[in-house]
């Protein structure tokens, strides 16, 4: 089975919502990695975060390692917010990112 | 600060020839150099790992016979797409690191292969 589930796969928001994604992990975490990808294809790396919370800004990540799960909550919307989600498992023994499907966030005026 | 660059960013080949990509890590030790590629509708797939002094590892479905990889220095990868077909079609992103798995991971901006 898949080894990273992220929820939902597709959101719709209207500016000022705020958005929680979601980011499920089916083997032991050992740290995980948010990414923003932009249209053209590059990921920009949003939090690295192996435990714990984080926050930059209106951006806040959550890992929560015995629950096997991890979240980004954007906070207050902006048009500029839209884009592809995605997060990645770190396996830290091998060095390899396994990475979720994704989550299209689209936020309107 | 930590940048990845790519070259080429776009590229087009015609189906059964070969196609060379780079990647150039500034301002660390690229360590440790992953090949993804993302597929039409589909997610990141890794193509290799390599890091320095160590030897390269493909998964499955990967081979060194398809896509060899050098990794030369701390600074520098590169990749070739041998014998490209329509299945190789997609965005080859390179990411790197100061050190293996535990730490963050940079990216570059990819290289777009469109195969004819």
């Known amino acids: 089975g898949q080894q990273v589930q992220q929820s939902p796969t597709s959101l719709v928001l209207q500016e000022g919502e705020n958005a929680e994604l979601q980011c499920n992990f089916s083997t032991s975490l050992n740290s995980m990695q948010w990414f923003y990808q932009r249209p053209g294809g590059s990921l920009v790396s949003v939090f690295y975060?192996?435990?714990g919370t984080k926050q930059s800004g209106r951006l806040t990540s959550t890992t929560v390692i015995k629950e096997r799960r991890s979240s980004l909550h954007i906070s207050s919307s902006q048009i500029t917010d839209s884009g592809t989600y995605l997060c990645a498992m770190d396996n830290t023994n091998t060095g390899k990112l396994t990475f979720g499907d994704g989550t299209v966030l689209t936020v309107k005026p | 600060g930590a940048l990845v660059y790519q070259y080429p960013r776009r590229t087009i080949c015609k189906s059964g020839t070969s196609m060379r990509m780079e990647c150039q890590a500034v301002?660390?030790?690229?360590?440790?150099v992953a090949w993804y590629r993302q597929s039409p509708q589909k997610t990141f797939e890794l193509i290799a790992l390599?890091?320095?002094?160590?030897?390269?590892?493909?998964e499955q479905n990967f081979t060194q016979e398809k896509f060899p990889i050098s990794h030369p220095n701390l600074s520098f990868s590169s990749m070739t797409v041998l014998n490209a077909y329509l299945e190789d079609r997609g965005l080859y992103l390179c990411g790197a690191r100061d050190q293996g798995g535990g730490y963050e991971q940079y990216f570059g901006p990819g290289t777009r292969l469109t195969v004819l």
């Open positions: 390599s890091t320095v002094n160590s030897a390269i590892k493909y």
């Open positions: 975060n192996p435990s």
């Open positions: 301002g660390f030790q690229a360590t440790s």
